[in-house]
């Protein structure tokens, strides 16, 4: 499928368990990000890669991990979950158009988590 | 402390009528806004963006406002239709910034038929 795609959709799982969200872009940009939201937050970065094997962090990082070995690839990690961790989990990505203000980000369909 | 808010947590509007959705932001940084639109259980969708050398944009429907020495923003849809009752949101970067976003918290539109 053509886009940006989240796998899983839905994901239940306990406290202190390690869980890797999945994101998958098919269009090669170079920027991708993951944000989650949060009734009355809004969407907020968690991290970002400005392209393979260059990432950093974004307003939450804590709990978090990221990776990017492959442009098209960015998977979350949580490695030691907690119920604060619940939430919609967002992946988004974007492309540099040369010399214009085209920064649209591109969203995925999301995961729903929930740490039990 | 939130750099883009949306103090209003919804509103709801006639069918045919304007919509107009606001927002405020405090980063003096913030050089590009980009309005979203979010259906439940579906990813935001991008809807219209505006940048700091622009007061106003238009697409169809959807027209952004941008008064920079407010720093405030307002997208207008008119007419607005059922099919628009969304969650919106607002965002904010900075062209020096990676192309990250900073998000709004969202308003939910209700259009009433």
């Known amino acids: 499928d053509a886009g940006i795609t989240q796998s899983p959709r839905y994901k239940i799982t306990e406290t202190g368990r390690q869980v890797t969200l999945m994101c998958h872009q098919t269009w090669s940009h170079s920027y991708m990000f993951w944000y989650r939201q949060d009734l009355g937050h809004g969407l907020r970065l968690i991290y970002y890669s400005a392209a393979a094997d260059i990432t950093d962090k974004g307003e939450v990082p804590d709990g978090y991990v990221v990776s990017r070995s492959k442009t098209e690839n960015f998977p979350l990690t949580l490695e030691s979950a907690t119920r604060s961790q619940t939430s919609v989990y967002f992946c988004?990505?974007?492309?540099?158009?040369?010399?214009?203000?085209?920064?649209?980000?591109?969203f995925g369909p999301g995961t729903r988590l929930t740490v039990t | 402390d939130q750099q883009v808010k949306q103090n209003s947590p919804s509103l709801s509007v006639q069918e045919g009528r304007i919509s107009i959705l606001n927002c405020d932001y405090t980063n003096s940084m913030f050089d590009y806004f980009l309005w979203y639109k979010k259906y439940p259980a579906e990813g935001p969708t991008f809807l219209i963006s505006?940048?700091?050398?622009?007061d106003k944009n238009e697409d169809g429907r959807f027209t952004v406002f941008l008064n920079k020495s407010a720093k405030h923003l307002s997208l207008h849809i008119v007419p607005s239709q059922p099919g628009d009752s969304a969650v919106y949101f607002c965002a904010a970067g900075d062209s020096g910034s990676a192309r990250q976003l900073t998000f709004g918290s969202g308003t939910q539109l209700t259009v009433l038929p």
């Open positions: 505006i940048s700091s050398i622009k």
């Open positions: 988004a990505s974007s492309e540099r158009s040369g010399g214009d203000y085209s920064y649209e980000q591109y």
